[in-house]
């Protein structure tokens, strides 16, 4: 797995195709590109908060590799020592439901296997807004 450093290169970099398939109106991968972003960016922060160089993918006990080898997004940020500002009543609170909530199931992956005209124009605007206001906390952490 990549080391923390890696990752918040590979976080903006993701940011930065999300902002590309938003222009092309590509909205399916754009809504996957978000999750992948924010999902990269948690796991940097993870390493940050657990003083790790690389972001553990293998462990001799199976129980830490299946907590740490997954896609849930709640799950990511939990590690990430963010579950009580994220649920709080503040406008981070806010931003992260409204982004959780456009996801189907809780394994975002999925999103490859739906219809493309599942998202509107509008969704994915309010998609990137939230992950504007959490990707802005992440990086001040991490």
Same mark, same amino acid.
């Given at each position: 797995?990549?080391?923390?450093?890696?990752?918040?290169?590979?976080?903006?970099?993701?940011?930065?195709?999300?902002?590309?398939?938003?222009?092309?109106?590509?909205?399916?991968?754009?809504?996957?590109?978000?999750?992948?972003?924010?999902?990269?960016?948690?796991?940097?922060?993870?390493?940050?908060?657990?003083?790790?160089?690389?972001?553990?993918?293998?462990?001799?006990?199976?129980?830490?590799?299946?907590?740490? &080898?997954?896609?849930?997004?709640?799950?990511? #940020?939990?590690?990430?020592? +963010?579950?009580?500002? %994220? =649920?709080?009543?503040?406008? /981070?609170?806010?931003?992260?439901?409204?982004?959780?909530?456009?996801?189907?199931?809780?394994?975002?992956?999925?999103?490859?296997?739906?219809?493309?005209? &599942?998202?509107?124009?509008?969704?994915?605007? #309010?998609?990137?807004?939230? +992950?504007?206001?959490? %990707? =802005?906390?992440?990086?001040? /952490?991490?």
């Amino acid at each position: 797995m990549p080391s923390r450093s890696q990752l918040k290169i590979i976080a903006n970099s993701r940011l930065k195709t999300v902002r590309i398939l938003i222009k092309a109106k590509d909205w399916q991968m754009a809504a996957y590109m978000m999750a992948m972003t924010l999902e990269i960016a948690l796991k940097a922060l993870i390493c940050k908060k657990l003083n790790l160089t690389k972001y553990p993918d293998h462990h001799r006990d199976n129980t830490v590799q299946h907590f740490f &080898k997954t896609h849930n997004l709640r799950n990511l #940020a939990l590690l990430a020592g +963010l579950n009580q500002e %994220l =649920t709080n009543t503040n406008q /981070l609170s806010k931003k992260w439901k409204k982004f959780i909530s456009i996801f189907p199931t809780k394994n975002w992956p999925d999103i490859r296997y739906m219809p493309a005209n &599942k998202w509107s124009e509008t969704e994915i605007q #309010a998609m990137m807004s939230a +992950l504007s206001v959490i %990707l =802005t906390k992440i990086k001040k /952490l991490w």
